[in-house]
């Protein structure tokens, strides 16, 4: 059949699966969106107020369902927006589908009205990147552009396409999808991995993003078992492991758990999977890697550019997690001495840092998180922003199911989590959406509350509120001698009256026994309708343990003179 090319793109996004997409209009996508008026029975389009946190939707789409994220910008500014929503995914390995339109390409090239070169702005931060020039190629790139993003090491592409690329016709005949799940078998040599295995008595497993990509949990699972061995998850693993399993000890890294540090200090073999090193997890890469005699590093990673890239490995593995796991699990010698496992989990049980000070407090985040993951019993999808909020929420809500903790880590983007919690809502229809933020975080993206009340959607949004900057305020009181430039807000925002303005109803927290409560009123309510809770905390309390910026992890810091 001839289809213009806006149909095009429309039935080559229904053809891959896309149910829903998240966009802003503008002109040069005019015709885009008139095709996806006359197709709207088949395909559904969220209209976010702002285009990067309609790329943050997409993406908290993608982090939650396992399918890809797609969203729709105009040319200009409208696709300079997206920048930071893609540079977010790609840092994270989310696929992600943007299409930006642009001006005709008889007008490419002459500072035309808005026009900008949206291909050579994001080339550094997108897996890859298209610009079309003939409409006979248009269907072939986006199905390029979705296997692209959901090929290897998952990543954001982005496809430009010029105002009349859209208005031309072409022939059209629809194809099966490409099938993320057609992998080849485990091709590495697993020889020296399962040596390393079979002799160590001291084995520590880190899991990291790439075993959700990989969609690996339940040979995690069993690999956990034949090894016997403790596990922690990287920030952005989170979820991947049940995180109330004995076998969890928390985080490792700059907030790491205490137990997290000893065990790294004193195994014989870290098993790293589908994870990067990051610095924030690293800290000093010299006492990092240490002595190989005493601890080897064994590296299993889909992205070979990856291996000994910020951590010299004794040995890498390349390929995709899932296989080479259930290859492992048939052939590693089970271990079943107990007495490294219990070690380990026996400090991790122990207690948890209490920070001074604290215990005057009317109410904590802590506590607050706490009450949360029980009453939603760590099965709730939770969104979080990047700051102290996004640590709390880390160390204190624990998720028990793949897919359910949703943040911004390689980027760390302040304003990521209420777009990527709108996304979320529409890949979970059953569990509770909860978006947790500092105010700060909260203040770069409550316009997204229109988007809220406009679509009636349920989503939790939760601010733990102590006017200032919570963790550049804790560095700048660390290292830069309580000179607290720029940091304290106390702004004048009264979030009743804010949330009123939206028709959104909303609670406060101010207290101990005001937590329950409320939580229980929020979650009732918060599968029918948007909710915003206020929860007032002091401006004092610290994300506690941290190792500061390139220290030793074994060697964190667990208390802070305010």
Not at 6 to 14: A, K, R
Not at 215 to 241: K, Q, W
Not at 263 to 276: E, Q
Request: with cysteine; net charge negative; proline share 4%.
């Amino acid at each position: 059949m001839r289809l213009p090319g806006s149909d095009i793109i429309v039935e080559c996004l229904i053809e891959q699966g896309a149910e829903v997409v998240f966009g802003y209009p503008g002109g040069a996508v005019l015709n885009i969106y008139d095709s996806l008026y006359k197709y709207s029975d088949k395909i559904k389009h969220i209209l976010t107020s702002h285009e990067q946190h309609a790329g943050h939707a997409a993406d908290g789409y993608a982090r939650a369902s396992g399918k890809t994220g797609v969203v729709i910008a105009t040319s200009g500014p409208g696709a300079t927006n997206l920048v930071t929503a893609l540079a977010t995914a790609n840092m994270d390995s989310v696929p992600v589908v943007a299409i930006t339109g642009n001006v005709p390409l008889s007008l490419l090239g002459l500072d035309s009205f808005q026009e900008v070169d949206i291909t050579g702005i994001t080339m550094p931060i997108t897996k890859h990147n298209f610009l079309v020039r003939d409409v006979a190629d248009l269907a072939g790139t986006i199905r390029k552009a979705f296997k692209i993003a959901n090929s290897g090491r998952k990543g954001a592409v982005l496809i430009d396409v010029p105002k009349d690329i859209t208005a031309a016709e072409c022939d059209f005949a629809p194809i099966v999808p490409f099938d993320t799940c057609c992998k080849p078998a485990v091709s590495a040599d697993l020889s020296m991995a399962i040596d390393l295995i079979n002799s160590s008595k001291r084995p520590y497993i880190y899991a990291g993003g790439g075993v959700i990509s990989s969609g690996a949990e339940a040979e995690l699972a069993r690999f956990a078992e034949v090894v016997n061995a403790p596990l922690s998850c990287s920030l952005m693993g989170l979820g991947c492991y049940d995180r109330k399993c004995t076998r969890y000890i928390g985080m490792l890294g700059m907030h790491g758990t205490k137990a997290a540090a000893e065990t790294f200090k004193n195994c014989d073999l870290f098993i790293a999977l589908g994870t990067r090193f990051s610095d924030r997890v690293t800290g000093n890469t010299v006492s990092f890697i240490g002595d190989s005699d005493t601890r080897k590093i064994l590296h299993i990673d889909i992205d070979e550019a990856e291996h000994s890239k910020n951590v010299r490995a004794y040995a890498n593995v390349h390929g995709d997690i899932k296989q080479i796991l259930a290859a492992l699990n048939e052939a590693v010698a089970p271990k079943l001495d107990n007495d490294w496992l219990n070690s380990a989990t026996a400090i991790y049980n122990s207690g948890k840092v209490t920070q001074i000070g604290t215990e005057s407090l009317p109410v904590t985040p802590m506590e607050l998180i706490e009450k949360l993951d029980e009453l939603t019993e760590g099965r709730a999808v939770i969104t979080t922003e990047v700051g102290q909020n996004q640590m709390w929420a880390a160390m204190y809500y624990h998720s028990r199911e793949t897919r359910t903790f949703i943040t911004s880590g390689g980027l760390g983007t302040m304003g990521f989590g209420l777009g990527a919690a709108i996304g979320a809502r529409f890949a979970n229809s059953d569990k509770p959406v909860i978006n947790i933020a500092g105010d700060g975080s909260f203040g770069m993206n409550l316009g997204e509350l229109v988007t809220l009340a406009q679509y009636k959607i349920p989503v939790i949004q939760l601010v733990l509120n102590n006017s200032v900057l919570g963790m550049v305020r804790q560095w700048q009181r660390l290292f830069y001698g309580g000179r607290f430039s720029q940091t304290t807000l106390d702004r004048p925002l009264d979030y009743t009256k804010l949330a009123d303005a939206f028709g959104i109803k909303s609670f406060t927290i101010e207290k101990t026994e005001d937590i329950e409560p409320v939580l229980k009123s929020a979650l009732e309510l918060g599968t029918k309708e948007p909710v915003i809770i206020e929860c007032k905390i002091d401006r004092n309390i610290n994300i506690l343990p941290m190792v500061p910026p390139g220290g030793d992890i074994t060697v964190p810091m667990t208390a802070i003179d305010n």
